[in-house]
């Protein structure tokens, strides 16, 4: 009894001294605000460059609806690789198509009730329309890594956003290394907000972006 008495606080106290240099990996959360916007929801946070992901991102299929004529959702971020599904749930034919430089594709015209879908396998901004109708416009963002986050209508994002990649079936993605990043936005009525920032060993960076109308930047420099 009085060895186990001696050894459990020596122990104890290993595993102080080295779990908090084992916590190397933070968060990065945020809001922002907008001016000339009604809402500063909708609005993509992400982080330009990052270290690789241990999970295979490629094989993900990722849905852009269409009803009502309006494609849902308006801004879907997705990962180099990965596929995006675009169903007609509307009572009408579609002609989904796209002039964008990272990814031109025509659809075709197709009836309610089916889908279509592509690849996307270079980062940057798709712009997406339908041939049909005028006023059907949305933007697919490829991005190179999983950090990322869409804000709220509150204009709140955190980075790396789980629950949006867990309802996606995508899990395994874990928190930044500890270390300097470029954080950046997109909006394609804002003026671009870039910041540095340094993410902790344990713990939550906080960034805010107040945001303008202007031209859009690109996502990455080619």
């Not at 809001?31 to 295979?56: M, W």
């Not at 490629?58 to 599904?85: A, C, H, K």
Request: net charge positive.
């Amino acid at each position: 009894m009085i060895r186990n008495v001696g050894i459990k606080p020596f122990v104890m106290a290993m595993l102080l001294t080295f779990l908090p240099a084992l916590a190397t990996a933070g968060k990065i959360s945020g809001t922002v605000k907008v001016r000339g916007l009604r809402t500063p929801e909708n609005i993509l946070v992400y982080v330009s460059s990052a270290p690789k992901v241990s999970v295979e991102l490629s094989s993900y299929e990722f849905v852009m609806d269409q009803r009502n004529l309006t494609f849902i959702p308006y801004i879907l971020p997705i990962v180099v690789g990965s596929s995006v599904r675009f169903p007609n749930n509307d009572k009408v034919d579609h002609n989904v198509f796209s002039l964008s430089r990272t990814k031109k594709f025509n659809l075709g015209s197709y009836k309610p009730g089916e889908s279509k879908t592509v690849i996307f396998d270079r980062p940057g901004i798709v712009e997406v329309r339908c041939d049909v109708h005028a006023e059907m416009l949305a933007y697919i963002l490829v991005l190179k890594n999983p950090y990322f986050a869409i804000t709220d209508k509150k204009g709140r994002f955190e980075i790396p956003d789980t629950r949006y990649l867990e309802r996606l079936g995508i899990t395994g993605v874990k928190d930044l290394p500890s270390g300097k990043y470029l954080v950046k936005t997109w909006h394609q009525k804002l003026k671009t907000g870039k910041q540095r920032v340094v993410v902790p060993e344990n713990g939550v960076v906080s960034v805010k972006f107040a945001l303008s109308r202007g031209t859009a930047g690109v996502l990455y420099k080619r």
